[in-house]
């Protein structure tokens, strides 16, 4: 096989329209040689959240330009390309169908090797573009749309431990926005406000901490939080429920986490005490601040992504994509976008009325 596989990747799964070059180095681990982001911020923040059909024909709009933009930044002549990789999943269908068609279009036209990527693999694998990790290693995903616990046994090979059976992280952060008045995105702004407040003004719960295993759930926090918004008499109080809501969060995360690394270690092949977590709440820095002492405590070694690859991006579509060449993970051009695309298909799907656990 090819020394240093060089591969375009292309996201478009939710409101970003990204495109972007990695090239494999001789230590295996991957240069960003372009990694270009246009966000969609501005069209959605009237509405308070991603409007589907706006995101999608802004997609169409903006992707053979973002896509050129990656080619020319990355000095790499097109045809030099080793292979491409698009999102195919999960998100939104209308948003996932431009990115992946038009992935399939060049690879098609250019005749060159074609990827479908797993968001989430994307999300998992991110770490190690520029730093060398071994697996297997604890994951935490945690994004707008998904919060996991994942025993990473390599590409393609996962084992979910836990899972939200209701909102995901970056959602509860989103609609704790909202309710505080905030503008989209959400996450940014709360992590803004907590900083202003008193994280014991207010007790909030934290549903089904010492039950469920490491599964988590955010809902009746989220409720809580609607409650105690309409009461609220002026900023300095919108300060404190932001704060109280971060704590609540990393109090939820510390103790979940604890779970999960017990998990972990049952499989007495799982020696090496790694724990990565990616996806775009990792960019918080109270939740970063939080897991870090935790690993320190239970003896893991923490790894995040830079701050740039936490969020939606392409490089981390392109490497996955890579990685998955290597292992001989190549689709036809057939292959269809899915909403919805676990990493451990294996895993029971949790969400719904009438949930034990």
């Known amino acids: ?92 269908i209308v948003s996932l169908i431009v990115g992946l068609n038009t992935g399939k279009a060049i690879a098609g036209s250019l005749g060159k090797p074609f990827v479908a990527v797993n968001h989430l693999e994307g999300h998992a694998l991110s770490p190690t573009i520029n730093k060398k990790i071994e697996f297997p290693y604890l994951l935490l995903l945690i994004s707008g749309g998904h919060t996991q616990f994942l025993e990473v046994n390599g590409v393609n090979k996962y084992k979910r431990l836990g899972t939200t059976i209701d909102d995901a992280l970056g959602e509860a952060f989103d609609k704790t926005a909202r309710l505080l008045g905030l503008e989209f995105p959400g996450g ?9 407040g008193n994280e014991n003004f207010f007790t909030l719960p934290k549903p089904i901490l010492n039950r469920g295993g490491c599964n988590l759930s955010f809902a009746g926090l ?5 409650k105690i918004s309409k009461k609220l008499k002026n900023e300095k109080e919108k300060y404190h429920l932001a704060a109280s809501f971060q704590k609540t969060i990393n109090e939820i995360l510390y103790e979940k ?25 990792a960019s918080n820095l109270s939740i970063r601040n939080n897991l870090i002492e935790l690993a320190k405590e239970k003896d893991f070694i923490p790894v995040f992504p830079p701050v740039n690859l ?3 991006n392409a490089a981390m579509i392109a490497w996955a994509g890579i ?20 990493l451990d298909s294996s895993a029971p799907f949790l969400k719904g009325p009438g949930l034990k656990i």
């Open 222 to 226: 989220k409720t809580a939080v609607l």
């Open 310 to 312: 936490c969020s939606d």
């Open 188 to 196: 940014p702004k709360v992590e803004e406000y907590a900083k202003k």
């Open 257 to 281: 986490t604890k779970v999960a690394m017990s998990e972990f270690l049952k499989n007495k092949k799982n020696k090496k005490k790694t724990f990565v977590i990616a996806g775009g709440v």
């Open 323 to 342: 990685e998955r060449f290597k292992i001989n993970a190549i689709d036809n051009l057939e292959f269809p976008s899915k909403a919805r695309w676990p």
């Open 1 to 92: 096989m090819k020394e240093k596989l060089t591969f375009l990747g292309i996201e478009t799964s939710c409101d970003e329209t990204a495109a972007a070059v990695v090239r494999e180095k001789n230590d295996g681990t991957g240069e960003i040689l372009s990694n270009i982001v246009s966000s969609q911020v501005e069209e959605h923040k009237e509405f308070g959240g991603i409007v589907p059909e706006l995101a999608a024909r802004a997609h169409v709009e903006k992707i053979e330009f973002i896509v050129q933009q990656a080619i020319k930044k990355s000095n790499v002549d097109i045809n030099n390309l080793d292979g491409i990789a698009a999102t195919a999943g999960p998100g939104l």
